[in-house]
């Protein structure tokens, strides 16, 4: 049984930092690519960032370049999204997600397991 827990969440200003935890267990962590997707209220589910099993290849959607930063440490099974200068528009519940495979994939139906998501609250 794959498991996928977010931790890290919150409600901070904008122009502060959070940094996201997601501890997967029941497979082999390195073999799998993980991503982070966002939702908000009203709107679609968008892929943040992204980072292949190795970690050695990442992917950021526009929204987040320059500002976000996905990391994994495949030692301890976790992948981190580091985010800075956040905006109100950041507002919304981070889900981190495995995939089948080691390579990145950017559409959410090649993701087979969820984490339950965690509230990220920026205030203006």
């Known amino acids: 049984q794959v498991q996928l827990v977010e931790s890290g969440g919150g409600l901070v200003q904008a122009g502060d930092s959070l940094r996201l935890s997601c501890a997967a267990s029941?497979?082999?962590?390195?073999?799998?690519?993980m991503g982070w997707f966002r939702q908000a209220p009203g709107k679609e589910r968008e892929l943040v960032a992204a980072i292949s099993g190795s970690g050695e290849r990442t992917f950021y959607a526009d929204s987040a370049k320059g500002r976000f930063t996905i990391t994994r440490d495949n030692a301890k099974n976790t992948v981190f999204l580091q985010m800075n200068s956040l905006k109100h528009e950041d507002t919304a519940v981070y889900c981190c997600?495995?995939?089948?495979?080691?390579?990145?994939?950017?559409?959410?139906?090649?993701?087979?397991?969820w984490g339950q998501g965690t509230q990220v609250t920026v205030s203006s």
């Open positions: 997600a495995t995939t089948s495979g080691v390579t990145i994939r950017t559409i959410s139906s090649s993701y087979d397991y």
């Open positions: 029941g497979r082999t962590f390195n073999n799998y690519a």
